[in-house]
């Protein structure tokens, strides 16, 4: 079957920094996708990333390592505005996307 | 990025009613279409892939006769929950995908309280 793992919640403080992590097995890879979820909100697009390697973009990075079917997203001096879900999402070798069930990001003043 | 707009971003119906979402793709051509469902505190949940002038195929579990969906053009697809009752009530979210893209745009999403 095809899974995606990422914690349910994670707790960090403002102006920290926190790692979210993702881990996949699936039916073929064609790219992994991070998007930012605020409650009763449609995601929103962050990350794709298609070849190993970090990118970088602004306060958030995201990393992949297909060999290890294993993906994180690098948020750096959080904000109170970050608290939002984050969904990691795999697309198969039937470009379907597969989703992670989500990382409540509960951000601390 | 592409625009996707979908409504109503929210609507409440009585038991028994059906409900009509659209979802529109508004600079480019949706060559695919998804439907999601997301319950609260949960993750997306695909219920059924349209491609412009074919059916929709819908996931394990999703009654077609109850949600239907129609992608009768490239910048359209709807979805009608038919016979709508409370357990129906869920956030409905629709993204697009233009023909060889790889990324889906999605919609706003549409709130629906069935009471």
């Known amino acids: 079957g095809q899974n995606i793992d990422q914690p349910t919640e994670m707790t960090a403080t403002e102006g920290a920094i926190v790692q979210i992590n993702c881990t996949y097995q699936t039916s073929g890879f064609n790219g992994l996708f991070w998007y930012q979820q605020h409650a009763g909100e449609a995601p929103t697009f962050l990350s794709y990333?298609?070849l190993d390697g970090l990118e970088e973009k602004g306060r958030f990075s995201s990393f992949l390592s297909r060999s290890k079917g294993y993906s994180y997203l690098l948020l750096k001096e959080l904000q109170m505005k970050d608290s939002a879900s984050y969904l990691c999402a795999v697309v198969d070798s039937n470009y379907q996307l597969i989703w992670g069930a989500g990382t409540k990001l509960i951000i601390k003043p | 990025g592409a625009v996707v707009s979908q409504h109503p971003s929210r609507v409440i119906c009585k038991s028994g009613t059906s409900v009509k979402i659209e979802c529109r793709s508004l600079?480019?051509?949706?060559?695919?279409m998804f439907w999601y469902r997301q319950f609260p505190k949960q993750s997306l949940m695909l219920m059924a892939t349209s491609n412009e002038g074919s059916k929709a195929t819908y996931e394990q579990g999703v009654e077609k006769d109850k949600f239907l969906i129609n992608h009768a053009s490239l910048t359209l697809s709807t979805l009608t929950v038919t016979s709508a009752h409370p357990e129906d009530s869920s956030f409905y979210i629709c993204?697009?995908?233009?023909?060889?893209?790889?990324?889906?745009?999605f919609g706003q999403g549409t709130r629906l309280t069935v009471v």
């Open positions: 993204s697009a995908r233009g023909k060889g893209d790889t990324e889906a745009f």
């Open positions: 600079d480019f051509q949706a060559t695919t």
């Open positions: 990333n298609v």
